[in-house]
């Protein structure tokens, strides 16, 4: 997305909603996802949470990989 003349990239949105929003209010970030118009802040939010609902997707589909190597004796111990 370019905003302001400006490229806009996921990692970043994730950024500012990660440490601005949801978990450590830093309020520079704060401040930078207000200064956003209404309709790019729900798209960067829309887009942030389908990241998470990605993420959470692959860490559940590592953890099912894991679950039968173990459950087929893939792995040893010594």
Not at 18 to 24: C, M, S, T, V
Not at 35 to 44: G, K, N, Q, T, V
């Amino acid at each position: 997305m370019i905003y302001n003349g400006r490229e806009i990239t996921p990692e970043y949105v994730a950024g500012l909603l990660i440490d601005g929003h949801y978990f450590h209010s830093d309020e520079a970030k704060v401040a930078i996802l207000r200064s956003i118009l209404p309709h790019e802040a729900m798209l960067m939010r829309f887009q942030f949470l389908s990241f998470i609902q990605d993420a959470t997707r692959q860490i559940l589909y590592i953890d099912n990989i894991i679950k039968i190597a173990f459950a087929e004796g893939l792995f040893r111990f010594e």
